[in-house]
């Protein structure tokens, strides 16, 4: 079998693997979530796809919850699973039906309770603030008080419009916030000491969040009926998932770069009340996709992969002394472990038309490329799936954590690039014998 990668000019530069998109459509502009990729990949997969209005989308990796929403803005149905709570919470936020009026109506009382300066638990706690102790804080008292009244007055209540005040809330005061998400930290803004924000501020940001969902409410009215997120980790999920057969699936997996997004959600995580102290945190790590090392998971068991893969992981093993962390050959292994079950368990709840385009990146360790896109076209062929094609998205820098860590020069920088791998079911695939021989389409 031979794989190579094309370069489809409507996907290539297309945006399609960014936030950037999002950040002007209706309801997906209500919380920017940087990883994210565009409503417009969407509408694109499914155009490419031929699937007919009505027919069933999968997300296994839901993040801010794209595929759903645009699957709700475009006449079909879909279901997606999101391990993260405060995501899983955002994405079915974007789905809910509410009047304006009734929004406004919450906001007015929330406006209200937000006025209080009473002290809040959370102000002490890690670096939330400047009483912690530390000497770096991520709020300002005043807007951390006043959004943690205003998200103490919605407690024991469960409507549509207090879910939106929610988030309306918690992004307000994310944009108060002394630093901003980048990759896997949070990095401090430049001067935040002498540039916090203000109560005044905190207000004005709420202000603007409050009338763009309203305004969203008012012209995009849309029927979500048949669209919903599960919270959960998938990989415990996706048996058990009640759902029409998938007429496709459309996904972008946390990449193989080490990146632990549950640790950029801390703020939202704690603010939010999705998880109540650190022993929850993680938790809730550990049942994320095994795509980092910060996480004391099981050791995978299986490592037959494919050529490619066993290629590079030999490569990653021979420069082991080399490596920033010494479990990164495992979390390689563990990585393509659980997209081998995945590619598996979603084949057996597929129709036999469905499409699986998964956006992804390439990854390298101590100067070794992973080609993730072409490793998971690979073992897909072998998992009940024809590969269609492995297109060029865009091309990225090596980032530091690549090469070896504290030693500058040792070996070149690696360029990565982001892909889309589109496989196809195979009709021929035979559940019962498990895996068949590596086949591409037509062969
Ligand atoms: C690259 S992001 C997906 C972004 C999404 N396409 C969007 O448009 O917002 C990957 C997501 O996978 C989630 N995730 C990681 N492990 C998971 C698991 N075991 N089950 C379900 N979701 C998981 C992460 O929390 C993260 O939100």
Redesign the pocket.
Known sequence: MRLYLTEDANLRDSGFSS?TQ?LTVPRHRWYA?K????PELVKHACNESNIEKGSTLF?????????CLSAAQNGFKAKA????PF?AFL?KTKLTTCTPDMFLKAYESVRLASDSDQVCELEKFSTFSSKSGRDKWLFPLKPLRAVMSGLASLEGNSSAESDLMKVALLGAVMDCCNAFKDGKCLRYKRNWAENESTRADFFDFLDHRVQMIKHDLSTDTLDASDCSIVE??????IKGLESQPFDLV??????LNSFD??DV?RPELFLGGFVKNNDELMKLRL???R?HVQAKWEDPQESMFGHLYSDAFSAVTSRESSLWDRRLPLMIRAYFE?MSNLLTAVRAKSSSKCQFWI?VSTSAYAGVEIPVDLILAEMASSRGWLLKQVSVVRRLRSSSQHTLRGVSGCYDPVQLRESVVIVEADPKWNPEKGKSTLRKKGE
Do not use: C, H, I
Not at 59 to 67: H, I, N, R
Not at 232 to 237: F, K, P
Not at 250 to 255: D, G, N, Q, R, V
């Open positions: 936030a999002s979530v990883e994210a990729f565009s997300d296994p990796f839901s993040g801010s919850g794209t595929v699973t999101e391990v993260n995501l994405g959960g980790d998938v990989r415990a999920q459309l996904t972008s997996p946390p990449y997004y549950s959600y049942k994320t996709l795509s659980d956006v």
